[in-house]
């Protein structure tokens, strides 16, 4: 079969299915559940995968019955191994969506992020590779991934640990992304999203009478002048030509108007693309915290978690998934986007195998599609999941017809 033609087949099979991938997804979306508790989606994925023919499946990790990875093999024998990753997992978010009849039923959670469109999407990307196996040498492992959204208890590092990535050779995946119109397709060539650190900084004074400040050591002004003081580590320590956020989001002391809390917890967070740079700034906020709590007679912990690495493409694989997109629809549709602040676990994979995380436009200004993702009105413009199905289909198709003889 000619290359031409085999995407045009792939873009056919997708669209004769968009009714199935649809039901699909509103299934999904009906039926939310938070990260490492996706079980009923689990077991739903797993029916699916059956039904469709698939026999080599696994299901369940880090001891819960959570997550999926699936494997089909080409006919036309051995070769490299693909794999294609969706993230599964639900918000908790309570649903403001009164036009859809497929309103989640699980009150206060909610797919909110478009995980039950990448679900559905890798779905349809099952059904039609699982048609064109005759025509493939090589492998294809569906990596289904719970618990995308808890960055502190990632669903991706659990799935690496149970050995999902062994024996892959490139790894492809995309977000469903609201800010860009149905169809538009983003890549880039390096970094895609920034890494994701967790800081808490507890200064312990002493508390007493809110009327007698001198026989205390009030934690509270300390950690106002900490939080006014990290506002500097960007400003002033880091080059300008550098993307770094410190935030403090997050402070808690005391309970009442009259009494001087014993302490005040100060939790933020740090996104940036470089290790030097993450060391830097973490050992600067130690380093705030503890002096000013020193000449304020106060006491600092400081915990500094290195969370999620930078989701970093591997750029030849960004621009073969471009190439890819240009094919399969018309090349206006596709450009390259900025890197963003926000983490994605999509990055532990990439860390370990080379391969490209792409964003698929799902906005749409008259469906009500373009609100905000993790916000209680988000939604899908379905039209665009046909096209996420050839999307996925075609980058591992093109991956080991590439590599077929290698
Ligand atoms: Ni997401």
């Known amino acids: 079969m000619k290359r031409n033609n085999l995407l045009e087949t792939i873009k056919q099979l997708a669209n004769e299915i968009k009714d199935t991938t649809i039901r699909e997804r509103r299934y999904f979306h009906q039926h939310p559940e938070l990260s490492f508790r996706e079980t009923e989606t689990t077991r739903k994925i797993v029916e699916i995968l059956t039904e469709i023919g698939l026999t080599d499946i696994k299901s369940g990790f880090k001891g819960t019955q959570a997550g999926v990875v699936a494997d089909l093999q080409g006919d036309l024998g051995p070769g490299r191994t693909v794999a294609l990753r969706a993230d599964i997992d639900a918000?908790?978010?309570?649903?403001?969506?009164?036009?859809?009849?497929?309103?989640?039923?699980?009150?206060?959670?909610?797919?909110?992020?478009?995980?039950?469109?990448?679900?559905?999407?890798?779905?349809?990307?099952?059904r039609v590779l699982y048609q064109l196996k005759d025509t493939l040498a090589g492998r294809i492992r569906f990596i289904f991934q719970p618990s995308e959204e808890l960055a502190e208890d990632s669903g991706a590092a659990a799935m690496i640990e149970e050995g999902v990535l062994d024996g892959v050779d490139a790894i492809f995946g995309l977000h469903l992304w609201s800010p860009?119109?149905?169809?538009?397709?983003?890549?880039?060539?390096?970094?895609?999203?920034?890494?994701?650190?967790?800081?808490?900084?507890?200064?312990?004074?002493?508390?007493?009478?809110?009327?007698?400040?001198?026989?205390?050591?009030?934690?509270?002004?300390?950690?106002?002048?900490?939080?006014?003081?990290?506002?500097?580590?960007?400003?002033?320590?880091?080059?300008?030509?550098?993307?770094?956020?410190?935030?403090?989001?997050?402070?808690?002391?005391?309970?009442?108007?009259?009494?001087?809390?014993?302490?005040?917890?100060?939790?933020?967070?740090?996104r940036a693309f470089e290790m030097e740079t993450r060391k830097m700034v973490s050992e600067r906020i130690t380093q705030i915290a503890e002096g000013i709590c020193s000449a304020m007679r106060c006491k600092a912990d400081v915990d500094y978690f290195f969370g999620l690495p930078p989701t970093v493409n591997d750029a030849e694989f960004s621009l073969m998934a471009a190439e890819v997109a240009r094919e399969l629809f018309s090349g206006d549709k596709v450009k390259e986007c900025e890197a963003s602040m926000g983490a994605e676990d999509m990055g532990l994979y990439l860390q370990r195998v080379p391969g490209a995380y792409f964003l698929v436009g799902s906005g749409n200004q008259d469906k009500k599609t373009h609100y905000q993702h993790h916000t209680s009105s988000f939604n899908l413009d379905e039209d665009v999941l046909p096209s996420a199905v050839s999307l996925l289909s075609s980058v591992a198709t093109k991956y080991l017809t590439n590599h077929s003889n290698d």
């Open 91 to 126: 918000l908790p978010i309570r649903e403001e969506n009164p036009r859809i009849d497929y309103s989640s039923v699980n009150d206060g959670v909610m797919h909110a992020c478009g995980h039950d469109g990448h679900t559905a999407a890798l779905l349809g990307a099952v």
């Open 180 to 270: 860009y119109e149905t169809g538009i397709i983003g890549y880039n060539k390096g970094c895609m999203t920034a890494s994701s650190d967790k800081w808490t900084v507890e200064i312990t004074g002493r508390g007493g009478h809110a009327s007698s400040p001198d026989l205390t050591v009030d934690p509270i002004p300390v950690a106002c002048n900490f939080v006014n003081m990290l506002q500097n580590i960007v400003s002033r320590e880091v080059s300008s030509l550098e993307r770094v956020v410190v935030t403090a989001a997050k402070i808690q002391a005391g309970n009442a108007f009259n009494v001087i809390p014993d302490r005040c917890v100060v939790q933020g967070t740090v």
